[in-house]
């Protein structure tokens, strides 16, 4: 019955194109890629949809860091956290952490997870307890949303960085405790939470505001101290949440918060307490990684970065005036996250697949990860393409765009 029942809901998704499929990555995350599908010879593709923002993942510096983290502290931690496996270097990249991002958030502690999705998780579930309310914009990450269910307060959606609504939310709201969520870079959409006036509504109406960096952190503000760097924003008020998978270039996650949160946290946070904690020689690789990111190789690969967002942005600008019968749309943003929004779900999956037979590498994004009928093509750009690589993706859209019109 289950396997009957499981077959029928597949196909439901292949009759909506949402059936989903993995490529498989034959060569370490780069822009040029050796990537094959099941059953299909890899081939040489050019990928413009990691989340590996400065090119950082294939980095010698960093290969050679994780082989020495693994040479001093072994393959695996062995415990959770709270058991035996808090190593020396999970416990140096908390300090190096909190250091780095001292001009935000002065006073904070960092406290380092397996995953971002776990680390959303976790905060939701810790502090959403009955004496509290989250206020969650709707496009925010899915991890932020589970969150959210997990936890015991209620949860009240505002639209899409409708702060007008929030504000009425939070006015009305009776708990004591308020707890404000936003991604700061929206992951499928590209665009920034205003958190100055997320902060300032906070602060009028005693609440906290947890923020997501996953997609800013590593890439904007100074020294790429991420979103509340990039405006000039230091708050008590902010519990922050990085992830070290994308522009870090490795993996795990962090919360930089109040120490009294923190302490919460490592009390009550079950994605922290029930798994085994990451190996450390990732902790020590992420520790080389933060030395580059916020160094001046990283300052140069950010301006390589934004150099090609706006090259793309021009290309795509003039892409969709020359075919305006396609009805394709671009986000008003200037990050590494660029859409190209097609609409329809099949439009989406075409485009993608007119892309790859040319050997580009766009994957299609559709519900639930977008709302229904804003499937896309979720371009991202990385330090590692060249101007070359951009112009190359640049010609295969008109090809498909001719194809499509
Ligand atoms: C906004 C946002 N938050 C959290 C996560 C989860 O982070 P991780 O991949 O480290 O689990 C992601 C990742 O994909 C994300 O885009």
Redesign the pocket.
């Known amino acids: 019955m289950l396997i009957e029942h499981l077959s029928c809901r597949l196909r439901e998704r292949d009759a909506q194109s949402l059936r989903r499929r993995r490529r498989i990555a034959e060569s370490a995350c780069s822009a040029h890629q050796r990537v094959s599908a099941e059953g299909c010879q890899g081939r040489e593709m050019l990928a413009f949809c990691s ?1 590996d923002y400065l090119g950082l993942a294939n980095h010698p510096a960093l290969i050679d860091a994780l082989a020495e983290g693994a040479r001093r502290y072994g393959a695996g931690s062995g415990a959770s956290h709270l058991i035996s496996g808090h190593s020396r270097a999970h416990a140096a990249l908390e300090e190096d952490l909190a250091a780095f991002l001292a001009p935000c958030m002065p006073n904070a502690k960092a406290m380092f997870f397996c ?6 998780l976790a905060l939701l579930g810790a502090l959403g307890d009955a004496s509290a309310t989250i206020f969650a914009d709707k496009l925010n ?1 899915a ?2 949303i589970d969150g959210a269910l997990l936890a015991k307060a209620p949860m009240q959606r505002f639209a899409h960085r409708n702060l007008q609504v929030l504000a009425s939310q939070l006015e009305r709201c009776a708990t004591p405790i308020k707890l404000i969520v936003t ?1 700061a ?3 499928m959409d590209g665009d920034l939470a205003d958190l100055p006036e997320l902060l300032a509504l906070a602060e009028r109406f005693d609440a906290w505001l947890i923020v ?1 960096d ?2 800013g952190f590593g890439v904007l503000g100074r020294r790429g101290r991420g979103t509340l760097s990039h405006f000039a924003l230091s708050s008590e008020r902010f519990i922050y ?1 990085g ?4 522009a870090a270039g490795v ?3 962090f919360v930089l918060a109040h120490s009294t949160v923190v302490e919460w946290l490592i009390q009550t946070a079950r994605t922290y307490i029930y798994t085994t904690a990451t190996p450390p020689a990732i902790a020590h690789a992420l520790r080389s990684s933060l030395r580059l990111l916020g160094g001046d190789e990283g300052d140069r690969r950010r301006a390589e970065l934004m150099a090609l967002i706006g090259l793309l942005r021009r290309g795509l600008q003039a892409l969709i005036a020359a075919h305006p019968s396609l009805e394709w749309k671009i986000a008003d943003c200037a990050t590494a996250i660029q859409p190209l929004i097609v609409g329809d779900n099949d439009a989406a999956l075409a485009l993608s697949a007119a892309l790859e037979s040319q050997g580009l590498w766009v994957p299609a994004i559709r519900p639930p990860t977008v709302p229904r009928g804003s499937a896309r093509l979720r371009i991202t750009l990385s330090a590692a393409h060249t101007r070359a690589d951009v112009q190359r993706l640049m010609e295969g859209l008109e090809l498909a765009a001719r194809m499509f019109r």
């Open positions: 989340n995953t971002g999705y776990m680390a959303n990450h991890s932020l991604d870079v929206f992951s997501d996953a997609h949440m992830t070290m998978g994308k993996g795990g996650a």
